[in-house]
């Protein structure tokens, strides 16, 4: 795949933008209704700006969506609003990148602007044609599923999906960022240790270090290990 990173690079347009959208409790599609939808399908123009906390001016959902502790969320991306056709990749244009899921425990998950934000799903690269997280996602029509560790306390929280586009090459990262607002049910008493955004991730963190086409490009997970409960 690097070979062909090489001739592409500079090839991505604009028009691969996306944006994280729809959210789905198990096999129940909330769509928008727990998003804090952002303004556009812009990527955030830095690791260190404010919107790597929930995106570029999100606006508040008005619900909060329950679900259960053990059980599945699926966070769902694609280029346009309201765009849900697999037909079309979810980020397109040689975007590569991974794709992340935190959380983070809050009081009221639709009023919160700070938060401590632990991982809860990752999908990096493996080294190997086609498995980049972007890639991955795109396999699976925009959606990435995860579990909710069964050991969190229960209570508000924010999801705050993210898929960070490398192609641009070395020091220029795309991350596009959105939250989700749920209730976690039926949990225990864990509350995981988080990082702060903006402030887990700064420009010359290693896999923001070396272009993704160099032959010696390794693969550096951004930010905390995974918390699996």
Not at 157 to 163: D, F, K, P, S
């Amino acid at each position: 795949m690097k070979s062909a990173l090489i001739l592409l690079a500079a090839a991505a347009s604009v028009s691969a933008h996306s944006t994280w959208q729809d959210l789905w409790v198990g096999s129940t599609d909330k769509a928008t209704e727990c998003t804090r939808v952002v303004k556009d399908n812009n990527p955030i123009a830095s690791v260190t700006s404010a919107d790597m906390f929930c995106g570029r001016s999100p606006a508040a959902a008005a619900s909060v969506c329950d679900v259960a502790a053990g059980t599945s969320l699926t966070v769902e991306m694609h280029a346009q609003p309201n765009a849900r056709a697999c037909k079309d990749p979810a980020i397109g244009g040689n975007h590569y990148g991974p794709v992340m899921v935190y959380m983070a425990k809050v009081a009221d998950a639709k009023t919160a602007k700070s938060g401590s934000f632990f991982k809860v799903a990752e999908d990096g690269y493996s080294g190997t044609t086609a498995s980049w997280g972007t890639e991955i996602l795109n396999a699976n029509c925009g959606k990435r599923s995860f579990t909710v560790p069964k050991s969190l306390a229960s209570g508000n929280y924010l999801v705050r999906a993210e898929a960070i586009a490398l192609h641009a090459g070395a020091g220029q990262p795309q991350p596009y960022v959105t939250c989700f607002q749920v209730n976690v049910t039926g949990g225990g008493s864990a509350n995981p240790a988080g990082v702060s955004f903006p402030g887990a991730y700064k420009t010359n963190d290693a896999l923001f270090s070396k272009a993704i086409y160099a032959t010696d490009f390794k693969y550096v997970s951004p930010g905390p290990a995974v918390f699996s409960g």
